[in-house]
């Protein structure tokens, strides 16, 4: 599994269009991979993405997390910052744009018990009128927002039960609506930054949840959890 991260040019016309629409960010951030990844490519590379603003440096920030490393050349010229005048990076020796490490060692050396500050942007909805088909199986109805601080941290935790982990501590900020013209039709996202302390129930589900996401609506900058480093 790869970790990248890419500061983008905030005057590049690519990357206006692509922050003001998820389908199109959703499609640059595919064309970062190998085009043959079969009917359901973001699944089988395990591509997640998010935009994140380092509100300081007045910069806007791609991660992208996949099984292969993504190919940044793919990118349109000047997609990218140029980071050497960035004089806080520069003295921090991180002026590599983009920036692409495997994350696998990581993984692997997650253990019951570990905590870690965590970052997830998330699409917080559920299903109403769901229904029961005759052989048994569920169809999912509409999807409605959860809102509410309250309610979305239950979502999480709801989440985090099933993904091998706790909550321990969070704080929640209301996103505002998304809108895209994906494949034709509208669609509006409605979303929660949540940001905070985990520890980990499950090392297993919890590697499975980091690698999968969480929630719904991944292709469109939702579910990457981030986890910044190792508390005590």
Known sequence: ????????????????????????????????????AGERPREMLGVLHR??????????????????????????????????????LALAGDEGNPRVRSIAAELDAIAVGQRFAFRLRANTTRNIMTKSLPDGTKQNGKRVPVRGDEERQRW???????????VED????????????????SMTFQGALFEGVLAVNDAGAFRETMAAGIGPAKAFGFGLLSTHRQLR
């Open 156 to 166: 999480l935790a709801r989440h985090a039960e099933r993904g091998g982990f706790r």
């Open 51 to 88: 935009v994140d603003t380092d509100v300081r440096r007045g910069a806007v920030v791609l991660f992208v997390q996949s099984r292969l490393p993504p190919e940044f050349a793919r990118l349109a010229d000047q997609y990218l910052a140029d980071l050497h005048d960035d004089l806080d």
């Open 1 to 36: 599994m790869y970790l990248a991260r890419g500061t983008l040019n905030p005057a590049s016309r690519d990357v206006q269009r692509d922050l003001a629409d998820p389908a199109e960010l959703h499609r640059t951030v595919m064309r970062l991979f190998p085009d043959q």
């Open 170 to 185: 969070v704080r929640v900020a209301e996103l505002p609506p998304t809108r895209s013209r994906g494949k034709g039709r």
